[in-house]
């Protein structure tokens, strides 16, 4: 918006043009998650296992008493981690499936992060509220809406579980809204954000306004995923680090796909591939990414073509 004023485009040219493109995150999440997760057993299962990991469950515990910690031998390699109980487990090879803000403060204790990773300190946490809400009846809604863009909206994406979720079909509706680096509503309390949602869904199912609200529910997600931010690409850093021994994972690492729940498989591949490489045994795991193509392909043709810099 703020690029198309600068050149000159007005508030109605902007808002149109984001009507049309700027859905946000079209992507309901449960029907991605069992096929990620079914082709993530598959395909890791047999790859990491086999290599002689270990299942730590307890580990959790680290982030509930924030005691945990990289742990570096000799020349700063990584050598292992500290769980918040003091328990250490030493490894060959640490990978870190932690978000860049949880990972940050745990490198810090060791001094390695200013030296090996700069950039972490740059990423910035995309918040989510998520509403949920339990109607009397079926309000008719479909199974996935997504509101157009607009200044004046809180919640795009909406969903109907009784339509997703096994064994739900014909119960009166239950739905799930996201609102997407929600900043706006920070401010605002539980009673008025289930307001304006109920507000927004009776927009595309008219029955939400006459339906008794039985139960609400609003979760604040401190972070979704990090913001996609002008200059993410080419701070996301590889899976393989300049410290010896840890590798990293996560959505935000360079999987060169956007931070999803694929993009987190992926990056859970390049990092097994990394370990299996480093141990003489390179393999190929993820599936590599098909670049540009539809519309970002037509348009990265014609900017190719421009010198930097040319309008
Ligand atoms: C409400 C919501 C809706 C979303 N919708 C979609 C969607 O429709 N489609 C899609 O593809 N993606 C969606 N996403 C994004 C998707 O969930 C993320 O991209 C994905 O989960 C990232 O996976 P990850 O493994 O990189 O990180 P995470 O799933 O965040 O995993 C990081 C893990 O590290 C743990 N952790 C943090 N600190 C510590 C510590 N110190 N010690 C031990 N453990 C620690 C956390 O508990 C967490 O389990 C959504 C996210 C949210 C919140």
């Not at 927009?203 to 029955?207: G, I, L, S, T």
């Given at each position: 918006m703020v690029a198309i004023r600068r050149h000159g485009g007005d508030e109605r040219a902007a808002r149109a043009l984001f009507e049309r493109f700027a859905a946000a995150h079209p992507c309901p999440a449960e029907r991605l998650r069992r096929p990620a997760l079914r082709l993530c057993r598959r395909r890791a299962g047999g790859t990491v296992y086999r290599a002689g990991a270990q299942l730590?469950?307890?580990?959790?515990?680290a982030r509930a008493a924030g005691h945990a910690g990289t742990r570096t031998v000799g020349e700063g390699r990584v050598d292992g981690v500290l769980l918040a109980d003091g328990a250490r487990l030493r490894a060959d090879v640490v990978v870190s499936a932690l978000p860049p803000m949880a990972l940050a403060p745990l490198l810090d204790r060791d001094r390695q992060r200013a030296a090996a990773l700069p950039a972490l300190d740059w990423f910035e946490p995309s918040p989510y509220i998520c509403c949920y809400l339990w109607f009397d009846?079926?309000?008719?809604?479909?199974r996935f809406t997504s509101h157009l863009w607009?200044?004046?909206?809180?919640?795009?994406d909406f969903y109907e579980l009784g339509q997703i979720?096994?064994?739900?079909?014909?119960?009166?509706s239950v739905i799930a809204s996201n609102i997407i680096y929600s900043h706006r509503a920070a401010h605002m309390d539980d009673d008025a954000i289930v307001a304006a949602t109920v507000r927004e869904l009776a927009?595309?199912?008219?029955?939400a306004a006459s339906a008794k609200l039985l139960h609400a529910r609003v979760h604040r997600v401190p972070m979704a995923i990090p913001c996609p931010l002008v200059g993410f690409e080419e701070r996301r850093p590889a899976q393989r680090t300049p410290l010896p021994g840890l590798v990293l994972a996560g959505d935000w690492t360079q999987t060169r796909m956007p931070c999803t729940m694929e993009g987190a498989v992926k990056s859970g591949f390049l990092a097994a591939e990394v370990v299996l490489a480093d141990l003489g045994r390179p393999e190929t795991l993820a599936i590599e990414a098909r670049l540009y193509d539809g519309l970002a392909g037509v348009v990265r043709r014609v900017a190719a073509g421009r010198p930097r810099g040319c309008p």
């Open positions: 730590h469950r307890g580990a959790w515990r009846r079926d309000i008719k809604a479909e607009s200044p004046e909206r809180l919640n795009y979720r096994h064994g739900w079909a014909g119960r009166p927009e595309f199912a008219p029955d």
